[in-house]
Antibody, heavy 117, light 110 residues
Framework: EVQLVESGGGLIQPGGSLRLSCAAS????????MNWVRQAPGKGLEWVSV???????YYADSVKGRFTISRDNSQNTVYLQMNSLRAEDTAFYYC???????????WGQGTLVTVSS | QSALTQPASVSGSPGQSITISCTGT?????????VSWYQQHPGKAPKLMIY???NRPSGVSNRFSGSKSGNTASLTISGLQAEDEADYYC??????????FGTGTTVTVL
């Protein structure tokens, strides 16, 4: 069964750092492109970042320079390092597998990041 | 990159058909066939319902269909059922803008 499980969320003060993890099972992340998508409470979805199978990464303008996506193929896990966190980064963060034709065909259950003093 | 525009809410009676629109620009929807739709029930993760404008993943009911005309994509749900009550989001991929989501539409089954 294809599954994604996120972890690492929590309460963090503005300016702080947090690293999210996304453990994949049932498929290999090394042959798929993997994404992070976030959703502020009660709001819509926002694409955050992607890492392609070749290692190329891209970021939304809202997080560029502060967030870093990476992966460990041996652990079949994707990470999102988040630095210089702001209140507006408060959201549920979902890990999503890239599917056919630039869609997201498998999602994790999400992990909540709350940035507040 | 601005979010794609969707109506905030759409409603219909059981058995009816409803259509959700998703409006962008020539730089996203108008110039891309990579339009997808997601269903999200409260407290749950999104689920892929349509990709490539009109293709359904395995396991998704054929009551869901997608189309596109110009800068607007549409999701139609026919034979509306109580379980279809959820939030729906469109998404477009373009090489220049990467992924953009719609503002989201709440579907209510009356």
């Amino acid at each position: 069964e294809v599954q994604l499980v996120e972890s690492g969320g929590g309460l963090i003060q503005p300016g702080g750092s947090l690293r999210l993890s996304c453990a994949a099972s049932g498929f290999s992340i090394s042959t798929n492109y993997m994404n992070w998508v976030r959703q502020a409470p009660g709001k819509g979805l926002e694409w955050v970042s992607v890492i392609y199978s070749g290692g190329t990464t891209y970021y939304a303008d809202s997080v560029k320079g502060r967030f870093t996506i990476s992966r460990d193929n041996s652990q079949n896990t994707v990470y999102l390092q988040m630095n210089s966190l702001r209140a507006e980064d408060t959201a549920f963060y979902y890990c999503a597998r890239g599917g056919s034709s630039f869609s997201f065909d498998c999602w994790g259950q999400g992990t909540l990041v709350t940035v507040s003093s | 990159q601005s979010a794609l525009t969707q109506p905030a809410s759409v409603s219909g009676s059981p058995g009816q058909s409803i259509t959700i629109s998703c409006t962008g620009t020539s730089g996203d929807i108008g110039g891309s066939n990579y339009v997808s739709w997601y269903q999200q029930h409260p407290g749950k993760a999104p689920k892929l319902m349509i990709y490539d404008v009109s293709n359904r993943p395995s396991g998704v009911s054929n009551r869901f269909s997608g189309s596109k005309s110009g800068n607007t994509a549409s999701l139609t749900i026919s034979g509306l059922q109580a379980e279809d009550e959820a939030d729906y989001y469109c998404s477009s991929y373009a090489r220049s803008t990467l992924w953009v989501f719609g503002t989201g539409t709440t579907v209510t089954v009356l």
